[in-house]
């Protein structure tokens, strides 16, 4: 018959576990990563609130009607992965967690899942006064006027219930759908 200190200390030994586990490739491969929160960056919003969160333009360019379109790039977050996360689990528990140190060590200390980050392109287009006209994916074609709806803007991860997943853009779509040269920053 145990103890009352020796199942204080097995209960204390099992919590400590569980939350060393908290960053563990298991865990967050099994949950994903939440990408960036853009929901407030909508038509009608200045371009300095955008700039402040996606960061500086790739590329710019504008339309034969004046309208300026800008090119950027999010991090939308790193989807689920159950299949690696359920082998992660299983070389833990073989390798006594020594698997947890390799991997960090191998992908340079960060999280392994990284390799698989999404970064998506958007397209938003700005009037005179470098307000929000509209947004579009990379590969949308682009209304001449610019505006657009409210932009649902995709992050994937477990965690984010009410967003979609997001897809992979390819790296040879078209930009912008007009003919207007873009100029590279």
Not at 14 to 39: F, P
Not at 60 to 72: D, I, K, P, Q, W
Request: glycine share 10%; aromatic share 8%.
């Amino acid at each position: 018959m145990s103890s009352r200190p020796g199942r204080a200390l097995r209960g204390t030994a099992i919590i400590a576990a569980l939350a060393m586990l908290a960053g563990c490739v298991a865990v967050r491969s099994w949950r994903g990563e939440k990408g960036a929160d853009l929901g407030n960056i909508q038509p009608g919003v200045k371009r300095s609130a955008a700039e402040t969160a996606l960061g500086l333009p790739l590329g710019e360019s504008v339309s034969a009607t004046g309208v300026r379109y800008a090119l950027y790039e999010y991090n939308a977050g790193i989807p689920p992965h159950p299949g690696d996360a359920v082998t992660a689990a299983l070389l833990d528990v073989v390798t006594f967690g020594i698997f947890e140190i390799i991997t960090y060590k191998n992908n340079g200390w960060r999280h392994p899942g990284e390799y698989d980050r999404r970064r998506i392109r958007v397209v938003i287009a700005y009037d005179t006064r470098d307000v929000i006209l509209g947004i579009f994916d990379e590969a949308n074609e682009l209304p001449p006027d610019g505006r657009s709806g409210p932009y649902r803007w995709p992050r994937l991860s477990s965690l984010d219930h009410d967003a979609p997943l997001a897809y992979r853009q390819s790296s040879t779509e078209t930009v912008f759908a007009y003919d207007a040269p873009m100029i590279r920053q």
